[in-house]
């Protein structure tokens, strides 16, 4: 590949650790996923930059999706005096001259407009094109849907930026996302992605339906379960037909807790029957399983795993609460709850 100039691509991406890491926050929004797929274009060695990749995005969403023009907003990175960066005026302008109306370009310091992989590697000013959930009533609800970075620097080890010798563009648009806006919906849950994840939840917990509802609205946390439970069976199967099983340390780590997030929101607040995960499998490789067939081909020991896996978790959570049973059966009245190991 190392001659590609031009790619355009689909990455399976898991945010649950490391430098992008979204796993406490999936649940409590209509937005995230601990995996998503992510649709992008690159252009390596400045076979195009900042003109020609806005602009295709720009077409892309408005002409060939079709997406109305005031639903979007843009946002360009406006410089770090700290570390020596100027504001991407160039970026501004372009899409100011693709008919972007200056109310709707926005601009935002290194938080926001400067992306970076990792705490070292390439990195640059990027800049995101976000769609209105609100319909121009009211104050604008913004969700992030593509995010242009622009590869400029190289963060060293000791933080100072260099230089590339050569720029590059790398794009990340969210599948889910754009799927939600295309089939009119307000959250990623709703879509075709999910709803059939979220119907064999409530089946097989004989829970009360899903109502989307978020933060405090959502009494008891039951929707928080369901969108949980829906993003964590996906992710610990596209994990699995991977090869990263639940484990000990490094990214398996990651994945036993994923495992141990759903076991406790399924049987805790959807008072799931035991053995319920794994039987989401099957729906998971109904809904992904076109896209990738190593999901189909490994389906049976997805299911195997997750269920030996929620098994073992869900004994020593029993266990667990018999010690503690246990220890407070023994207590007086004014004794404090013993901190040590073992009494
Ligand atoms: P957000 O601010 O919404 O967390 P981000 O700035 O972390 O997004 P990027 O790192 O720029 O997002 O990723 C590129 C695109 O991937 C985003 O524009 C969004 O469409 C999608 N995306 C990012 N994180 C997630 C996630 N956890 N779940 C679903 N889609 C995501
Ligand atoms: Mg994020």
């Known amino acids: 590949m190392a001659g590609f100039r031009r790619v355009a691509n689909s990455q399976k991406c898991v945010r649950?650790?490391?430098?992008?890491?979204?796993?406490?926050?999936?649940?409590?929004?209509?937005?995230?996923?601990t995996f998503f797929e992510m649709l992008g274009n690159w252009a390596f060695g400045g076979e195009y930059f900042k003109e020609e990749a806005c602009s295709m995005a720009w077409e892309l969403l408005t002409q060939v999706y079709g997406i109305p023009e005031e639903r979007l907003w843009v946002s360009y990175f406006d410089g770090d005096p700290k570390a020596g960066l100027d504001p991407d005026l160039e970026t501004r302008d372009v899409w100011l001259s693709l008919g972007v109306p200056a109310s709707h370009v926005l601009s935002f310091g290194p938080q926001e407009n400067f992306w970076e992989m990792g705490d070292t590697g390439p990195c640059g000013p990027c800049t995101e094109i976000h769609y209105d959930l609100a319909d121009g009533v009211g104050a604008p609800q913004l969700v992030e849907l593509w995010n242009l970075v622009f590869m400029q620097h190289n963060r060293e080890a000791d933080g100072s930026l260099h230089p590339l010798p050569q720029r590059h563009v790398d794009t990340g648009m969210g599948l889910e996302r754009l799927v939600a806006v295309l089939q009119g919906k307000h959250s990623t849950y709703d879509t075709d992605l999910f709803s059939p994840l979220l119907s064999a939840i409530h089946q097989g917990c004989r829970a009360p339906p899903y109502l989307g509802r978020v933060g405090v609205a959502d009494e008891g946390r039951t929707d928080t379960a369901y969108r949980v439970v829906?993003?964590?069976?996906?992710?610990?199967?596209?994990?699995i037909a991977d090869g990263v099983f639940?484990?000990?340390?490094?990214?398996?780590l990651v994945l036993r807790r994923?495992?141990?997030?759903?076991?406790r929101f399924s049987t805790e607040i959807l008072k799931a029957p035991p053995g319920f995960l794994g039987s989401l499998v099957p729906v998971v490789v109904e809904t992904l399983g076109d896209a990738y067939p190593?999901?189909?081909r490994n389906s049976a020991q997805i299911a195997n795993l997750v269920s030996e896996d929620e098994a073992a978790f869900l004994a020593s959570l029993q266990r667990g609460r018999r010690i503690i049973d246990r220890t407070l059966r023994s207590l007086g009245p004014s004794d404090m709850f013993p901190g040590e190991w073992g009494t």
């Open 246 to 252: 639940p484990g000990m340390s490094g990214a398996p």
């Open 230 to 239: 829906a993003d964590h069976i996906r992710t610990l199967s596209i994990c």
């Open 258 to 263: 994923i495992l141990r997030r759903a076991v």
């Open 294 to 296: 190593e999901l189909r």
């Open 16 to 33: 649950a650790g490391g430098h992008h890491n979204d796993l406490e926050d999936v649940g409590r929004d209509l937005s995230h996923h």
